[in-house]
């Protein structure tokens, strides 16, 4: 690099992004992903030893990927190449890799390339940098927004380590936000401003775990507002990070009573087969910045205490809904977690399971100790007839697989702790069982 290039990469980077130009040098100052890059950890370990092998970095935007590339150019005493998929092509690789040939032969030195957005490669420009990178001849540093196990050759995938990194908490990006408005070297510290920590609370929120859109708030919040003429300062308040990132902030704190109001009148909309209200609650709980997973809690627990045996379906839509909200995230998330809510919302409706575990419970203070039936214990060991473990009705023995047997203790026998209701498939169960047990009583 020649004085004219490092000019005009000192120029580049003070216009670039106040995203861009903090990010930090050092793994010290990264924020966040403690979960890869805590002390103790695999790829922490690396990194500070500078042993990286080939890896791939994969999770939504904002949350560092590049950021940690760039940490590692910082870091690595190998040579560092940079590629974007979006613009580059083959003969850019194959440049790279002739380069890194180069190196090594002259110098012994590693070359680690980072391709950002790997995924659009298409599948000859991938198969490219096979070779390559299992002879070593390059340390792919690779990023991608997209599955790499679906998206990116999985002969590459199987080269390399692949760390997921997640959206990031509030917390972390409250961090970032403190840093930008303050940090005279690489945030916006020299512009005298400051921020609200109504304003910091509100973008750590709606930022929704992507860095770059509260920073992105920031930058413009700083570069558009008038100073205030009596302080001097600019001044970033709620409402002015309100305009900035185009959202506005609702009366919702998760920590305090509102929190608890609007769950209380999501989980009850549900429960009282109203599905606008519940979708109403849904969308109000998501803007202010609820977790997915509380929410998608709710809506399984509410699915066994309000629906049970009403709809057994109600359960595993629940569950499912869960699964694949946390898994995909925000903002599809929400399509997913008002299925949920929409399905529990408009299925019949039936406490019995509630009162069946409750007055079992109530049951088992009162009659803990009660004597299990002899002929109900386990009889798989040499001696247990002698005990009197006899005489147990096999239940597939009997028509329609059932059996007049007592299975209860004999202080509990006649206590009936599940009652099927009148709606939905318990009704059926009810006449199930009608059915089985009335035609055992005419056999008798």
Known sequence: MDLFDYMRQEEQRKEAPLASRIRPKTLDGFVGQEHILG???????????????SVIFYGPPGTG???????????????????NAST???????AVVEKAKQNRGAYGKKTILFIDE??????????????????????????????PYFEVNSALVSRSNVFELKPLSAQNIRELVMRAVYDNESGMGSF??????????????????????????????????????ESGKIEITLEVAEECIQRRAIRYDKDGDNHYDIISAFIKSMRGSDPDAAVYYLAKMLYGGESVTFIARRIMIC???????????????????????????IPEAQIILAHAAIYVATAPKSNSVVNAIFSA?????????????????DAHYAGSAELGHVGYKYAHDYPMHYVDQQYLPDAIKD????????????????KWFDKIKGEQSEEK
């Open 39 to 53: 002390p103790g950890k695999l790829l922490y370990r690396a990194i500070k030893a500078d042993k990286l092998s």
């Open 65 to 83: 990927k590049t950021t940690l590339a760039m940490v590692i150019a910082n870091t690595t005493s190998a040579f560092f190449e940079e590629l």
């Open 88 to 94: 580059s092509g083959k003969k850019d690789m194959e």
């Open 118 to 147: 790997i995924h659009r490669f298409n599948k000859s420009q991938q198969d490219f940098l096979l070779p390559h990178v299992e002879d070593g001849t390059v340390i792919l540093i690779g990023a991608t927004t997209e599955n």
């Open 192 to 229: 005298n401003a400051t921020i609200t920590d109504e304003a910091a609370d509100f973008l750590s929120d709606v930022a929704e775990g992507d860095a770059r859109k509260a920073l992105n708030a920031i930058e413009l919040g700083i570069l558009s507002t008038e100073r205030n003429e």
């Open 303 to 329: 699915a066994c205490e309000d629906v049970g045996n009403a709809d057994p379906q109600a359960i595993q839509v629940a569950v499912s809904c869960a699964l694949a909200a946390e898994r995909v995230g």
């Open 361 to 377: 419970n109530d049951a088992v203070k009162k009659y803990g100790n009660a004597e299990v039936p002899p002929y109900l214990k």
């Open 415 to 430: 206590i009936k702790f599940y009652e099927p209701g009148d709606n939905g498939y318990e009704v059926d169960i009810k």
